[in-house]
Every structure is written in C-alpha cells, then in structure tokens.
C-alpha cells in the first residue's frame, strides 16, 4: 500500500524553464511534507518542507504547493539549472511523528 | 557531515552484519532507513539520546545502537536475500525532519 506515490519516475526540462514535480498521497492524517533531492553515491538532502496548515512554501526558487483535498503537493522550481539535475524524493508524516513515508523518487534532468 | 561505513558490503543468506554511522556532531538523533531499488527510503527506526525511539514495520532481527560519541549501529541478524539494499543513516536534532542530514549509505547486497 503506496501512501505516498510519485508517478513519474523521470521528467525532463529545459534549463531556464520550470520544472514541475508531483507527488500524491492517501493517508489524510500527513500533517507535514517535505522534499529532498539526491545525487547519485551521496544522502539525500532535505530541500523545503510544509506544514499542512499551509498551501504554499518559497524558499528562493523552489516553491512547493499543497492541495488538501486532493491530496496533492508540487515542487516548483524556477528557473531549472543544470545543477538541479537530481532525483527528487517527496515525504510525509502523521501528527509530527517523524516517521517519514517517501515515494519512489522523480528523476529530474535538465537539458543545456 | 554524516559518515557511514562500510561504503559497499556483501554478506551469505543467515549471516549477521553490522553497519556503522557518524553523525553530525552535536545532533542527538539517528535515523535509520533502507532503501531498496527503484524505491524510496523506508523508516527502519530512529534513536534520540541512546534509546530507541520509534520503529517502523520491520521484524526485531534489525536492531540498533547508538553511543555518546556521535556514532551508532544498525545490526541485521540472520539476512534474508531481501535485505539487499541502500541503508541510509541520517542525524538531526530531535528528529525534526527539516534538520535530517543523511550520510551517503551503505549498499549491502545479500547471496
């Protein structure tokens, strides 16, 4: 049973334009997302998170977006840079736990 | 930063392995994860200030420690050739998951 679910497992942008991931999740008791972006042989690392009292998140030019009812978030990044070029991991927990639930990871490539 | 070691590790179906994790200094958390291909990183448990302090769904065969000198161990007994995975280690203080810092992992195949 996949509570968190990323459903592209790659997407491929032009460098400059936006790049769009998506991440879907059943469980209605998450209260907190996050994301994290990992390069290959290293850790992942944590990127921007939100609450679930929130619908948006900026930090610089990763925004993430969360839709409560349809159980949905995004991270936007703009513009997309060559470094961006990543897999990115969507996680959620329940009633600030920390037990973290991750999806399966979007493959993100940027292209010159 | 975090360190793990072994970097690469191969063990034979029932035997014991022992993988070992450095945290970020000042942190008093450890998380463990496993992440298996294609997949993302499963919570196998966390330790806050050397006691165990949430589990996720894994048997009692994987078991950890952590001591009061930034390091800590997670122990598998009696493999089974589905534990051939990533284990992931990641330090933060209190478990707050905004301050995760995770090591590069240990890539444990199993015969």
């Known amino acids: 049973d996949q509570q968190v679910k990323q459903n592209s497992p790659s997407l491929s942008v032009q460098e400059g334009r936006i790049s769009i991931l998506n991440c879907d999740y059943t469980?209605?008791?998450?209260?907190?997302f996050l994301w994290y972006k990992k390069y290959p042989a290293e850790g992942p690392t944590f990127l921007i998170s939100i609450s679930s009292i929130k619908d948006k998140n900026e930090d610089g030019r990763f925004t993430v977006f969360l839709n409560k009812s349809a159980k949905h978030l995004s991270l936007h990044i703009v513009p997309s840079q060559p470094g961006d070029s990543a897999v990115y991991f969507c996680?959620?927990?329940?009633?600030?736990?920390?037990?973290?639930?991750w999806g399966a990871g979007t493959k993100l490539i940027i292209k010159p | 930063g975090v360190t793990q070691s072994p970097t690469h590790l191969i063990k034979t179906r029932g035997q014991q392995v022992t993988l070992r994790c450095s945290s970020q200094s000042g942190h008093n958390t450890v998380s463990w994860y496993q992440q298996a291909l294609g997949q993302g990183p499963q919570f196998i448990f966390q330790y806050y200030r050397e006691e165990e302090n949430g589990r996720g769904n894994f048997p009692p065969r994987f078991s950890g420690l952590q001591f009061p000198n930034d390091s800590s161990e997670l122990n598998v007994n009696a493999l089974e050739l589905d534990d051939s995975a990533l284990y992931l280690c990641?330090?933060?203080?209190?478990?707050?998951?905004?301050?995760?810092?995770f090591g590069p992992g240990t890539r444990l195949t199993v015969l």
């Open positions: 469980n209605s008791m998450f209260d907190y």
């Open positions: 996680a959620a927990s329940a009633n600030s736990n920390y037990q973290l639930i």
């Open positions: 990641a330090s933060s203080l209190g478990g707050v998951p905004d301050t995760q810092y």
